[in-house]
């Protein structure tokens, strides 16, 4: 029943209601007030103006949690909040939860003017008998005003106490304050704020929070008998709610409720004693608070989102203050997490490694085209428990501290190849592949050649006249270190950076500063994590197209308005024309074939069985000694990448015989996700792209290491005399080449 605001009070009625309020004052505190400074009282304060009201009784803050969802907007992955609470409006609120906070908590809420004279004098009536005060007389107004400001977060933690002592001047000042909040608000309006920020017990705030708390329901499906039993806690709610508190209690003033609704003509008698006996059927809904909480497996995702969430300035000016908007704002976030991927590739790093393993294979998956990321899986538990499979470290995003990342092999030719494509080289631009290869970066390591860098490939047989096509699908190092010579070292790391590769590490930040001598960067020297691979890839997918990596599909605020924030960010990179060129080589390792049939060798040829007949590219990477192993796959329109390591040493090699095991996971992954989704193909790249002579040849030229121009101490085609003297190849390397650098496949 809605009730007009008391606009215009008379002056009769406002000193009876400052009586009361003085009278309410004496009744806590136990004075005697003589009648004469009742009324001299009385005569000056007669509630409060309107702009002298606190701020939070104008416009109250609100203190409401934030919601996290998968991008069904359905799964709830978790909840951010300093007090469980959401605001909800009355008509979202059973009638009978409303009916029966009145009946316990103010009987003639609707009658009085914020302070009740009937009830004070019954308060005075009852305290002088006892000699104690066992009546406070409080109204739901009143009480509404002592708890805006206990939690007013402008006040400071003696001025939220003050708002709860029990003192004639706190109870004055409450009631002032009641008479001015009903000249202006209904009492519809006083009692929706009265349901939105009581405290219900458990950890519950508001009428939403108490009733998922307890029957795991919303407000509005509230029975009478649970109704009843929500309400009869808010005088005592820690030690009479029936969960963690006492059960006999509960149940006692769920009566005294139901009786009182019976006294209001709420309810009938016998409604009353059919709720009185009803079984006391608890169904406590967890609250999810943070991302230890998150759910099952999430909980790397949600530490992704809340680093992202306090980057964001749209949320405040620091990171502090974003946090304390999240857990305060309520906001209602869609992610990007596709809950059906994320099980999935969850499913799959675990048939790499198992929770207890020391190792671990993080996995990322991002959209091409959007920079969502659908996953991030890990076989570790987020938690801040003891054990070795739990850990708050962000082992699959990465952070610039305690993780800059894993070496990534030789995923980073990728780089190499895109920064010659845009540099005019086609796709058969072809040089002898010695074993081992002595470059023109110095390099004063032990077992330099000369003063200069000599990396070799994983086996001898990789040996040979090489381009990007069959240079790519075999993995074979010498041909990539040649041709980042002919691009230069700095060109290389400037794509990496532009398609967002990180430098987290100082060492990397430091090669980065003096890029063009970085010539083991295409072999994957620098720490790189699965979510940048992932979307540096996804770049290529997208034909170019970049887009910053974002946890957000969509971002509401409590008023329901549209957040633009982690709406995707994207620019075209490179073009479409180099990014075609780039996947056209990438479906050579996958064991699939480029548009003009050049594929010869693949390093994970089982992909192409794996998804079937489905356009796929990708790329494998081990770093030096296989002390870790990569795979990166993409489809038009996914991407993901996994890295098998130890994050806590580098010292500790997980060996080669993982790859096979990473490179399932992911092919299985993507085959998994992408099921009932249509296939697209991938784009040729023109004939121009492929071959320099912008005509296909009628055979593949392959000449002999007599005849390369990088083998024969002749002009290499970048201005530079070859230095190549083959040496003997050695087990180990020093200087550039003993970083652990990706010199397998």
Known sequence: MATPAHSSATPRKLVRAAVVAVLAGAVVAGLAVPASALAAWAVNHAGVAWDDLPDALQNPARQEASYLYASDGKTLLTTFYDQNRRDVSLDEVAPVMRQAVVAAEDSRFYEHGGVDLKGILRAVVANGTSGEVEQGASTLTMQYVRNVLKNDPTLTDEERAAATQVTAGRKINEARYAITLETRLTKDQILERYLNIAYFGHGAYGVYAAAHTYFSKDPSKLTLDEASLLA?????????????????????????????????????????????????????????????????????????????????????????????????????????????????????????????????????????????????????????????????????????????????????????????????????????????????????????????????????????????????????????????ESVGADAVVEMAERLGIKFRSKENQQNAQDASSWGAFTLGTSLTTPLDLANAYATVAAEGKYCSPTPISSITDADGKSVAAGQPDCKQAISAEVARAATDAARCPVGQQSAYYRCNGATAGSVANIVGGRDVAGKTGSSDGNVTESFVAYTPQMAIASIAANPSTSKDAVGSAVQRDVIQAVARTLNTSLKGVAEKKFTAPKLTSAFASGQEPREEPSPTPSESSRNNGNDNGNGRRNRNTTPTPSATTGGLGGILGGWGN
């Not at 999810?288 to 680093?307: H, I, L, M, W």
């Open 232 to 484: 009869g806690l808010l005088q005592s709610p820690e030690s009479d709610n029936p969960i963690d508190g006492d059960t006999s209690r509960a149940l006692t003033r769920r009566s005294y409720v139901l009786q009182a609704m019976v006294g209001l003509g709420e309810i009938t008698a016998d409604q009353a004693k059919t709720a009185t006996d009803a079984e006391l059927k608890l169904t406590p809904g967890a609250s999810p608070n943070d991302c230890t909480a998150a759910k099952t497996s999430t909980g790397y995702f949600c530490d992704y989102f809340r680093s992202w969430w306090q980057s964001q300035a749209a949320f405040g000016e620091t990171a502090a203050d974003r946090l304390q908007a999240l857990k305060t704002g309520g906001y209602r976030i869609i992610t990007s997490l596709d809950a059906k991927v994320q099980a999935t590739a969850q499913a799959q790093v675990l048939t790499v490694y198992g929770y207890s393993n020391k190792r671990v294979a993080p996995m990322a998956v991002v959209q091409p085209g959007t920079g969502k990321v659908l996953a991030l899986a890990v076989n570790r538990h987020y938690s801040a428990a003891a054990g070795t499979g739990n850990t708050m470290n962000q082992l699959v995003a990465g952070n610039g501290t305690s993780l800059p990342g894993y070496q990534a092999g030789s995923t980073f030719k990728m780089f190499t190849m895109l920064a010659a494509l845009e540099a005019g080289k086609a796709l058969d631009t072809g040089y002898y592949s010695p074993n081992r290869y002595k470059s023109d970066y110095a390099d004063s390591g032990p077992n330099s050649c000369d003063g200069y860098w000599c990396p070799q490939n994983a086996a001898a047989s990789m040996a040979g006249y090489r381009n990007m096509w069959t240079g790519f699908g075999r993995s074979v190092n010498t041909y990539f270190v040649q041709l980042e």
